[in-house]
């Protein structure tokens, strides 16, 4: 029984282009400016949001912290949603490595309204931090893929520029939400100060992220990537595959959006799941659980019949389609879903 892995977009294989690409790549050091591979690629990624410069690192986290670091001072306070991915998944890097505060809200679908962070910036006082930092994630993986929309940032970024606030993005599957809307990346991510993105998510690199902004923001990051421990050299090898990946692979995430949007609507069917199709917006599938089985049971019954598959919470589990996943291989996983369920 071939598994259909459905844990994360993660999980793809390099094609056998990428491969070809990777083989072929040119190289030389990077950590002394020598890798014309990795110099293309922080070019074209750079060219494609309409920034200065670019910079590649080897993993989302390792860019989203960088950014944080360079964009701040220690004991500032920073505003993010409750559920992103700067607090659940990285390791309490803001107060690890800049000395942020984190104040976690609560908020629909991720966004961080215009009014929420009017109303969550502190008064200047001798006693409390400065808010200076907003952060928001697009599109947002624990919310279920879903959008932020386009004109609630626009007016985040005014009340940031009223109050002098730094608004970087987590933009790791920023491509997806580009794809869904038909709005050009520059337009998408013009508001941000600092934007990360990710390259081995739906793009299907095998590894990288890169940190996007002006000339002055990256050679700030660059030397903050040395401290990280991110300073590689014939790093060309792997940046080849993230070449590869943006100028073959955004279009056709809209393949990975309606196999999402097939198994959100054939799942819904079932009495023992429920699914919010309304936040089925891209390519990730939240199944909230209405049986007594938990999450981590029921992802092990999954696995019997050979699809994989991340519980997301007690009663919640994820789905994610990417590039190793067609749409025959979904209608195959609905029907072994539905074996276990009926």
């Known amino acids: ?99 942020l505060l984190v104040n976690l809200l609560t908020t629909e679908r991720g966004m961080i309204t215009a009014e929420m962070v009017r109303e969550n910036i502190r008064p200047s006082s001798l006693h409390t931090p400065d808010t200076r930092m907003v952060a928001l994630e697009n599109t947002h993986n624990r919310h279920g893929g879903t959008i932020l929309p386009q004109d609630e940032i626009l007016r985040v970024r005014e009340v940031c520029n009223e109050f002098g606030l730094i608004l970087h993005l987590d933009g790791a599957r920023i491509w997806n939400a580009h794809v869904a809307t038909g709005v050009s990346l520059a337009e998408l991510t013009r508001p941000f100060d600092s934007i990360s993105c990710c390259l081995s998510k739906g793009l299907g690199a095998p590894i990288g992220s890169v940190m996007v902004g002006s000339n002055e923001f990256i050679k700030k990051c660059l030397r903050e990537r040395k401290l990280f421990g991110g300073g590689m050299r014939q790093v060309g090898i792997i940046a080849a595959a993230g070449l590869y990946a943006v100028k073959n692979n955004i279009a056709r995430l809209a393949d990975d959006h309606a196999n999402a949007r097939y198994l959100a609507e054939e799942l819904h069917q079932l009495d023992s799941l429920e699914i919010d199709l309304s936040r089925v917006q891209t390519n990730i599938v939240v199944l909230q659980l209405k049986m007594e089985m938990d999450s981590t049971e029921l992802a092990g019954k999954f696995k019997e019949v050979g699809v994989l598959a991340l519980p997301f919470g007690p009663k919640k589990m994820r789905l994610v389609t990417h590039l190793d996943v067609s749409r025959a291989d979904c209608e195959e996983a609905v029907g072994r879903i539905k074996s276990i369920l009926n």
């Open 1 to 99: 029984m071939k598994p259909i892995d459905l844990r994360s977009d993660t999980v793809t294989k390099p094609s056998a282009g990428m491969r070809e690409a990777i083989f072929t790549a040119e190289v030389g050091d990077d950590v002394l400016g020598d890798d014309p591979t990795v110099k293309e690629l922080e070019r074209y990624v750079a060219g494609l949001f309409e920034r200065e410069a670019a910079l590649y690192v080897p993993s989302g986290t390792m860019a989203n912290q960088i950014c944080l670091k360079v964009n701040s001072r220690r004991g500032w306070e920073l505003l993010c949603d409750r559920e992103c991915h700067v607090v659940n998944y990285e390791c309490a890097g803001p107060v690890v490595h800049s000395g």
